[in-house]
C-alpha cells in the first residue's frame, strides 16, 4: 500500500493488546479490590439488616449493584447506613452478594458492619463471596497483556530469523 509502513506498524498491534489488557485492569480487577481492602480495615459492629436492594446502573461502569438500609450501634448511639453501596462486587458478584445477604435478611437479620471509625456512618456490610469473579478477570488481562507481549517477541524472533538466514545465504547481483 502506498505509505503504509509496514516495519514503523508492526508493534501497534501488540501495543493495542497491551493497552486494552492494562485498561481492563484499571477499570475492573484493581478498582473493585481497592475498594474491598478499604472496608476491611475498620473496626466492626453488629447491625440489623432493613432491606436490600439489587439495582440496574445506567452510569459508565454498567451493571447491578447492591442497595442495604440497615441500622447499627456503635458506643450507644444508634446509624441507619448512609453509605448502602456494598463494596466490592461485580454484577455477577453482586447477585451471590445479593442472595446471601437476602437469606441473612429474611432469617436471623443480623449481620457484620464495618464501620469508618472516623465517621460512623460511613459503613458497609460484609458478605463473604467467592474471589473466582477477581481471579478471572485478572487472568483475562493477564492474557491480552500476554498475547501483546508474545506478538513482540515472536516478530523479534522472525526478524532474527531473516537476519540469520540473509548472512548464511548471501544472495550476490552483478
Given at each position: 500500500?502506498?505509505?503504509?509502513?509496514?516495519?514503523?506498524?508492526?508493534?501497534?498491534?501488540?501495543?493495542?493488546?497491551?493497552?486494552?489488557?492494562?485498561?481492563?485492569?484499571?477499570?475492573?480487577?484493581?478498582?473493585?479490590?481497592?475498594?474491598?481492602?478499604?472496608?476491611?480495615?475498620?473496626?466492626?459492629?453488629?447491625?440489623?439488616?432493613?432491606?436490600?436492594?439489587?439495582?440496574?446502573?445506567?452510569?459508565?461502569?454498567?451493571?447491578?449493584?447492591?442497595?442495604?438500609?440497615?441500622?447499627?450501634?456503635?458506643?450507644?448511639?444508634?446509624?441507619?447506613?448512609?453509605?448502602?453501596?456494598?463494596?466490592?462486587?461485580?454484577?455477577?458478584?453482586?447477585?451471590?452478594?445479593?442472595?446471601?445477604?437476602?437469606?441473612?435478611?429474611?432469617?436471623?437479620?443480623?449481620?457484620?458492619?464495618?464501620f469508618n471509625p472516623e465517621f460512623p456512618r460511613e459503613a458497609y456490610l460484609s458478605v463473604k463471596t467467592s474471589g473466582f469473579q477477581y481471579f478471572m478477570d485478572f487472568v483475562?488481562?493477564?492474557?491480552?497483556?500476554?498475547?501483546?507481549?508474545?506478538?513482540?517477541?515472536?516478530?523479534?524472533?522472525?526478524?532474527?530469523?531473516?537476519?540469520?538466514?540473509?548472512?548464511?545465504?548471501?544472495?550476490?547481483?552483478?
Amino acid at each position: 500500500m502506498p505509505g503504509l509502513d509496514v516495519q514503523k506498524m508492526k508493534y501497534t498491534l501488540p501495543v493495542i493488546f497491551i493497552s486494552l489488557g492494562l485498561l481492563w485492569y484499571s477499570l475492573r480487577p484493581i478498582p473493585a479490590l481497592v475498594e474491598l481492602n478499604k472496608y476491611k480495615s475498620f473496626p466492626t459492629t453488629s447491625g440489623t439488616i432493613q432491606k436490600i436492594e439489587i439495582f440496574g446502573s445506567t452510569g459508565p461502569n454498567k451493571g447491578d449493584y447492591l442497595k442495604g438500609k440497615f441500622v447499627y450501634t456503635i458506643d450507644g448511639k444508634e446509624y441507619i447506613s448512609s453509605s448502602p453501596t456494598v463494596p466490592g462486587g461485580y454484577s455477577g458478584d453482586d447477585s451471590a452478594r445479593y442472595r446471601k445477604l437476602k437469606k441473612i435478611e429474611q432469617k436471623e437479620n443480623q449481620a457484620t458492619v464495618y464501620f469508618n471509625p472516623e465517621f460512623p456512618r460511613e459503613a458497609y456490610l460484609s458478605v463473604k463471596t467467592s474471589g473466582f469473579q477477581y481471579f478471572m478477570d485478572f487472568v483475562f488481562g493477564g492474557v491480552i497483556i500476554g498475547m501483546g507481549i508474545w506478538m513482540i517477541i515472536a516478530s523479534k524472533l522472525q526478524e532474527r530469523s531473516l537476519n540469520q538466514s540473509e548472512q548464511d545465504n548471501p544472495i550476490t547481483r552483478p
